[in-house]
């Protein structure tokens, strides 16, 4: 290809007159571009200097600008910030594109022939594009860092190699499509083959890459984090690990639960550790022999205990009339993260409820049966509270006249 593009060129420089026939040997290719090239260096040599000096010229400029930026990244504290994104951009810029970039901008001004002037801008789109794909990578990368910079996820770290190698290899191919296309290679058979096998691979391996995606997912969006309580399905557990295929739980019993990442995603999940206050409810049930002025009282008394305790009160009210006990319910709010501090919050306010409620004469319900007995005439049987009635009968009878 390249012997045809500088025939090609030679050809087109020269007058019609000289044109060969047909220029098929390579070796005449070379004697012909070689001829040009010194024609050219011979008619344009203060040209060519002048661009040389401008070319070296922005070349230092570009380096000196480099250097600069890249100081001012490296110089802003903090890991993953998008200075430090920045950074990693610019230490990746080669200093091969940035003298093709000096060499194309001058190019025009020391008017090569055609097939160097081809040449140059083959090599200057070629460094370009991986330029610009290595550049695209070090920012996507930098930005999958610093979303999961916090706590330093060991996952991620696992991942980071498997994460590369993904995004490297679909920019890379990218880049090669389009440094093709304009070489003006049709690259449609080559994109559809392409898809093709991203669609067979992408099937073949869909249980480990959705297993993957997942861990991605709980890596990013976060919906818990390791050494965090969590409620899944049915049940209660602490995380562990949260590895590339699966995450592992540490039940409240003390049993090591291994859930792959999809599966965990697919159910409700309940994060115990971003509860900033805890809502404790106490179910008070009194004998139904409490009186109603009594009854009308206790829910204030209920209110004040907890404001006592230092607790934010939400309600006390009436509830039912229960099997052996008139039903009430108290709420409240304890505001904060540790369970610890909720359970010893809501003994506190146990005992204070009961120290109260004994104190104002209050009586605790418990469930109750009585059984009573009947003749088969249907009269009570004793033992049953006797009626004041026959025993007045008995006393009048027992009397002399």
Do not use: C
């Not at 490296?74 to 610019?90: D, N, Y």
């Not at 991605?216 to 557990?237: M, N, W």
């Not at 229960?322 to 039903?327: I, Q, R």
């Amino acid at each position: 290809m390249t012997f045809s593009i500088l025939a090609a060129a030679t050809a087109a420089a020269k007058p019609a007159s000289t044109r060969p026939a047909a220029a098929t040997n390579p070796i005449e290719d070379i004697r012909l571009w070689w001829d040009s090239s010194i024609a050219w260096v011979n008619s344009h040599w203060l040209q060519i200097g002048i661009a040389i000096a401008a070319g070296l010229a922005i070349y230092f400029l570009l380096s000196m600008l480099r250097g600069f930026a890249l100081k001012r990244a490296q110089a802003t504290p903090g890991e993953f910030t998008l200075t430090h994104i920045v950074g990693r951009v610019i230490h990746k810029t080669k200093s091969f594109v940035l003298a093709i970039v000096a060499v194309r901008l001058v190019a025009g001004y020391a008017q090569p022939p055609a097939v160097i002037m081809q040449i140059i801008q083959l090599v200057f789109t070629v460094a370009v594009v991986l330029q610009v794909a290595i550049w695209a990578r070090e920012v996507i990368l930098g930005l999958i860092q610093r979303r999961a910079s916090d706590g330093h996820n060991e996952t991620l770290a696992n991942a980071m190699g498997i994460i590369r190698l993904l995004i490297s290899v679909a920019l890379f191919a990218i880049a090669a499509i389009v440094i093709l296309d304009n070489m003006g290679v049709n690259v449609t058979g080559l994109v559809a083959g392409l898809g093709i096998g991203g669609i067979a691979i992408g099937l073949a391996a869909q249980g480990i890459f959705s297993d993957l995606f997942a861990s991605l997912s709980i890596i990013f969006d976060r919906p818990f984090r390791v050494g965090e309580t969590i409620k899944y399905d049915t049940s209660t557990a602490t995380v562990e690990r949260i590895g590339l295929k699966s995450t592992r739980l540490r039940s409240i019993n003390g049993e090591l639960l291994v859930v792959s990442n999809t599966n965990l995603l697919a159910k409700e999940i309940t994060n115990f550790a971003h509860l900033h206050r805890r809502r404790v409810t106490f179910a008070i049930g009194v004998i139904y022999q409490t009186s109603p002025a009594m009854l009308r009282e206790l829910p204030a008394l209920l209110e004040e205990q907890v404001r006592a305790a230092g607790h934010e009160f939400i309600r006390s009210s009436f509830v039912t009339f229960g099997p052996s006990s008139l039903d009430f319910e108290l709420l409240f709010d304890v505001y904060s993260e540790d369970f610890d501090v909720v359970t010893a919050a809501r003994t506190e306010v146990g005992i204070r409820l009961f120290e109260a409620m004994e104190k104002a004469g209050y009586e605790f319900a418990y469930p109750t049966q009585t059984t009573f007995t009947a003749a088969p005439d249907g009269t009570m049987i004793m033992p049953f509270a006797e009626s004041p009635k026959p025993k007045a009968a008995a006393a009048k009878a027992a009397k002399p006249s």
